[in-house]
């Protein structure tokens, strides 16, 4: 830089400002996270999917259903129905023996990819009445009476049928065979909290870049050092949600589920929940990298200096083929994806001003360091 540093305050100044803003990174992410996961339906009825997939969260849903089927149906009662006069004093007996059976029954069901997809369409319908319901959408208050609910009632009727059974589950209570998900003495702090949350997550998502800007343009003489402390902020912050994730998958559960025989099931909900958490963080590291190596490639390294003398003719003698090449590695990387912002139109838009503005500005100082040789004088 050509500019001379300000003074230690100035520093100081930047340094809070770039570690303040990481906090607010962290709380972005998790803000982020909660934001795509339940206001997307599509995002919810693939996690909820997901969980389903897992064995012990099969098992786990498999026990819960067959015990709601036992509780709130007479199983014996039906099966004697179904019994001549002389074998009815076996239905208790037989309705015992098929409780086994019917758990059983439950697992193969669960994990029939036709199941699969009916428990995915029950889960994408609850998160959009949730969603509508939070946007305020009066219709939906109306007609599902302020209440979110998954509709099991197919899958239980799946089970019972399996088990030559198909008049079970139409007996069921209203209750048990659809979950209440949201009660209606719920719904203005939901819709309050879902609005707080949808409007924290876009606020941070603009501010944080922003801030970090901010934070580069005020270290006057020192841009290259801010901008190395930017990007091991931004991996500190991905690293810092990653270890946390960590953390709330091994304590949480064992906090929470006070049944030994659940937390296997447990630990593969949170696990499972909290996998898109880990993208986004895990996007923030690819991120940081880039800026790290920007901030070195620009710095008094041996080798740094060594690759800029080289590329400066050709920096200075080819802008227009350098921004093309530029474009061309940023078109690959959005073919890549290798996070999320790479494949929306808003990251792409951002991604390629930075890459051209880092193009430019290694022009420049290329230009600088290294001026073309003045020409011979005439004879």
Partial sequence: ETEKPRGRGRWILVQVLIWGTTVLAIVGIFAVWANRQLFNPDNWATTSTKLLQNSAIRTA?????????????DVAAEIKARLPAQLQPLAAPAAGALENAAIAAAQRALANA??????????????????????????????????????????????????????ISSKL???????????????????????????LALLLTILVPLLYALAIALATGRRRKALLTVGIAIIFAGVLVLAGRSIIESEAVSALVKNDANIPAGKAILSIATEMLSEIAGAFIIVGIPLILAAWFA???????????????FLREQPGLAFAITGAIMVAIFIWNPIPATGKPAGIIVFLALAFLGTAVLRRQTAREFPPEAAPAAG
């Fill in 114 to 167: 036709k199941v699969q997809e009916i428990w995915k369409q029950a889960n994408r319908a609850a998160d959009q009445t949730f969603v509508n319901i939070v946007e305020g959408d009066k219709g939906v208050l109306q007609s599902s009476g302020g209440v979110v609910t998954l509709d099991l009632s197919k899958i239980i009727s799946d089970i019972t049928n399996r088990l030559g059974l198909p008049n």
């Fill in 61 to 73: 849903t498999a026990n819960y259903l067959v015990d709601e089927l036992y509780a709130n149906v």
């Fill in 173 to 199: 209570p209203p209750d048990v065979a659809k979950l209440q998900v949201l009660k209606s003495d719920q719904l203005k702090l939901v819709q309050d909290g879902g609005k707080a949350l949808k409007g």
């Fill in 299 to 313: 710095g008094p390294a041996r080798l740094a200096v060594k690759a800029r003398r080289a590329i400066a003719p």
